[in-house]
């Protein structure tokens, strides 16, 4: 059974970056797509990107392109999460999560989808 398991958050000051982390274990990556999401205090869980199982497209919300990069090595077993120019709206739990060949879309992907979770990584930005 695949585990997950994030981190790398922390605080950061606005226009700074983080890299968070997901190291899976227990099962083979290749065989997941593999998601970051996001949940601030009283909002909804959203998806921030995602990488699919066997082609490894990409999904990127569309409000976060060009700051966040997601990327994984499967040799590392290890997905990252590269966030720059940090603003205080980016303040969150961050959760990777995992979903047995599922492809992500062109579209955000409901946090349903996704049967493992990681137990997220709190990333606080002050301005």
């Known amino acids: 059974q695949l585990r997950l398991v994030e981190s790398g958050g922390g605080l950061a000051q606005s226009g700074g970056s983080l890299r968070l982390s997901c190291e899976a274990s227990g099962a083979p990556m290749g065989h997941y797509a593999i998601g970051w999401f996001r949940q601030a205090p009283g909002k909804e869980r959203e998806e921030v990107a995602c990488?699919?199982?066997?082609?490894?497209?990409?999904y990127s919300a569309p409000s976060l392109k060009g700051r966040f990069t997601m990327s994984r090595d499967n040799d590392r077993a290890t997905a990252y999460l590269q966030m720059n120019s940090l603003k205080s709206e980016d303040t969150a739990v961050y959760y990777c999560a995992a979903q047995y060949f599922y492809y992500c879309g062109d579209s955000e992907s409901d946090p349903r989808d996704f049967a493992t979770w990681g137990q997220g990584t709190q990333v606080t930005v002050s301005s």
């Open positions: 990488i699919s199982s066997g082609d490894g497209s990409t």
